[in-house]
T-cell receptor
């Protein structure tokens, strides 16, 4: 049973618009969440994190929102750029090094 | 020098071969990890080392044998692999194996078993 789900395998967005990537989880014990970006033939690159004591964390064009009651996490990228085209993974843990990863969403930003 | 370096990037081997994957991190971290990523599946944690001591073996078959000679280097020794072991093997590191911190990944070794 997948504890972390990314239900959209792919997403296309026009350059300059907002990209919203979603992630749902089932384990209420998860207290730390990460987003990674992965280009082809490269390893995942850490983007942004959020702990369960917050509901929002922002870093430049990237903002992560956490809705604990809905067990839902989202990553907003604004404005989207063609270089943002990649696969995005969310991951969650409950106070340990054991991260549970989603299967990823492929984002394509159209010029 | 990139943070986490994995070699080789690609490896093709027969089921009776013995080979090793190498990982080196230049981040001063104390925890290192091996993950497996199969097609269409999430990353699966295989092994964890913290300060050179193995702290996790996630029910990995004995045909995979990890080695961590120091906090900067991690190896995965392979022997008598099966076709279903074909996957991307990723190494990662973090400051230590405590929670609440990101793990930094290498670019992986794409392994194909003939």
């Amino acid at each position: 049973d997948q504890q972390v789900k990314q239900n959209s395998p792919s997403l296309s967005v026009q350059e300059g618009r907002i990209s919203i990537l979603n992630c749902d989880y089932t384990n209420s014990m998860f207290d730390y969440f990460l987003w990674y970006k992965k280009y082809p033939a490269e390893g995942p690159t850490f983007l942004i994190s959020i702990s369960s004591i917050k509901d929002k964390n922002e870093d430049g064009r990237f903002t992560v929102f956490l809705n604990k009651s809905a067990k839902h996490l989202s990553l907003h990228i604004v404005p989207s750029q063609p270089g943002d085209s990649a696969v995005y993974f969310c991951a969650a843990s409950s106070g340990t090094y054991k991260y549970i990863f989603g299967t990823g969403t492929r984002l394509k930003v159209l010029a | 020098e990139t943070g986490v370096t994995q070699t080789p990037r690609h490896l093709v081997m027969g089921m009776t071969n013995k080979k090793s994957l190498k990982c080196e991190q230049h981040l001063g971290h104390n925890a290192m990890y091996w993950y497996k990523q199969s097609a269409k599946k999430p990353l699966e944690l295989m092994f964890v080392y913290n300060f050179k001591e193995q702290t996790e073996n996630n029910s990995v078959p004995s045909r995979f044998s990890p080695e961590c000679p120091n906090s900067s280097h991690l190896f995965l020794h392979l022997h008598t692999l099966q076709p279903e072991d074909s996957a991307l093997y990723l190494c990662a590191s973090s400051q230590d194996s405590g929670g609440g911190q990101p793990q930094h990944f290498g670019d992986g070794t794409r392994l194909s078993i003939l």
